[in-house]
C-alpha cells in the first residue's frame, strides 16, 4: 500500500503527496479523505459542466444499490479479454483503472492475482464500496482507491504498466484529456486498455455492446496496427473527429490489435 501512495501527486502543482489525516502535498494544497479514500477532486472543473453532476448522481445512485461482490458474465468476459491482452496481472507493476466503478472489479481481481492495483473514479460512493469489497476479499493491502476525474489522475507521471478505462470516455466531457492523462501515466513499454460503447450516438446516450481497444505505450512493438494514426491523433490532441466511440482510440502512441468483441452488459 505504502508503495501504492508513493505514486500519488498532487493534481494543482504536481508535488507528492502524504496521507494523514488530509492529504497533502509539499506546495500546500490540502484534500479530504474520507472513509480512507484521498479526495482529489478539483470542484471548479467539476462546476464548469453539468454533465460531472449528472455523472456523479446517476453513478452514486447506482452504486449504492451494490450489495454484494459478484462477478457477472459479462464482467468475467472483460476480465478475460485483459488477461489475454496480458495486462491484468503482471505483478511487476501497478495497474491503474480509470473509472473503475462501484464493484472495483478489475482492481480486485488484479490485487487478488498479486498485483499492486489503483481504482481511479469520479464516484467517492462507489469507491467507499469498492473499497470494502476489496476489504472483504482480502486484497485490500495490494488496492488505492482515489476519487478524482479522468482529465486530472493525481498520479506520477510514467508510475503504472497498465492503464484502463472501461465504458468512460463516452462519460468524459474532456475524452481527449483523459486520453493524455492515460498515456501520460503509463511507463515506457506499459499498456492501455480503453472500451467504449460501440457507437456514441450523444454524450449521455449510447447504445450497448462495446469494444475494447490495447495500445502500447511507445517502447514496445504492438502485436499489429489496427489505427495509429487515430490514436495518435487523439494523444496528441489532434483528435479523431472528436469522437470516441469504437476500436482504436486510445492513448498511448501505438495501437496495437483491437480486441473488439460484445460483451453483453447494463445499459449505462
Ligand atoms: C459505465 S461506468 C463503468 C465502470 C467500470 N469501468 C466498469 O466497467 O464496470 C462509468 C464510470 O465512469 C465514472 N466516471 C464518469 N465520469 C468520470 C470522470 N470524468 N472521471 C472519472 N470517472 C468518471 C463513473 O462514476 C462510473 O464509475
Ligand atoms: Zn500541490
Not at 494544497?29 to 449528472?54: C, K, N, W
Not at 507493476?93 to 464493484?103: H, K, N, R, Y
Not at 479523431?240 to 486510445?250: I, M, R, S
Request: aromatic share 6%; glycine share 10%.
Amino acid at each position: 500500500m505504502e508503495r501504492l501512495e508513493a505514486l500519488l501527486r498532487c493534481p494543482e502543482c504536481g508535488s507528492e503527496i502524504i496521507l494523514d489525516e488530509l492529504a497533502v502535498c509539499a506546495g500546500g494544497h490540502r484534500y479530504p479523505i474520507v472513509g480512507g479514500i484521498p479526495v482529489f477532486l478539483d470542484e471548479t472543473m467539476i462546476a464548469s459542466d453539468p454533465q460531472y453532476a449528472a455523472q456523479r448522481a446517476y453513478f452514486d445512485s447506482e452504486f449504492r444499490g451494490y450489495q454484494r461482490y459478484v462477478l457477472e458474465n459479462w464482467r468475467l468476459a472483460y476480465l478475460d479479454r485483459l488477461r489475454t491482452a496480458d495486462v491484468l496481472e503482471d505483478p511487476a507493476s501497478p495497474l491503474v483503472d480509470v473509472g473503475v466503478g462501484g464493484s472495483g472489479y478489475t482492481v480486485i481481481e488484479a490485487a487478488r492475482g498479486g498485483r499492486p492495483a489503483i481504482g481511479c473514479d469520479l464516484s467517492l460512493e462507489g469507491l467507499l464500496i469498492a473499497r470494502e469489497f476489496a476489504r472483504l476479499e482480502g486484497v485490500a493491502e495490494r488496492t488505492l482507491w482515489v476519487c478524482c476525474s479522468a482529465e486530472k489522475l493525481p498520479l506520477a507521471s510514467a508510475s503504472t504498466g497498465s492503464a484502463l478505462a472501461i465504458a468512460v470516455l463516452e462519460h468524459v466531457p474532456d475524452d481527449q484529456a483523459a486520453l493524455r492523462e492515460l498515456a501520460r501515466v503509463l511507463q515506457p513499454g506499459g499498456r492501455a486498455c480503453v472500451a467504449t460503447k460501440r457507437r456514441r450516438s450523444s454524450r449521455r446516450q449510447g447504445q450497448t455492446g462495446s469494444s475494447l481497444s490495447t495500445c502500447s505505450s511507445p517502447g514496445t512493438r504492438s502485436r499489429s496496427s489496427n489505427s495509429p494514426a487515430r490514436v495518435s491523433a487523439i494523444a496528441s490532441g489532434g483528435g479523431a473527429n472528436g469522437e470516441t466511440g469504437g476500436a482504436g482510440t486510445c492513448a498511448a502512441g501505438a495501437c496495437s490489435s483491437a480486441l473488439s468483441s460484445n460483451v453483453p452488459r447494463p445499459r449505462w
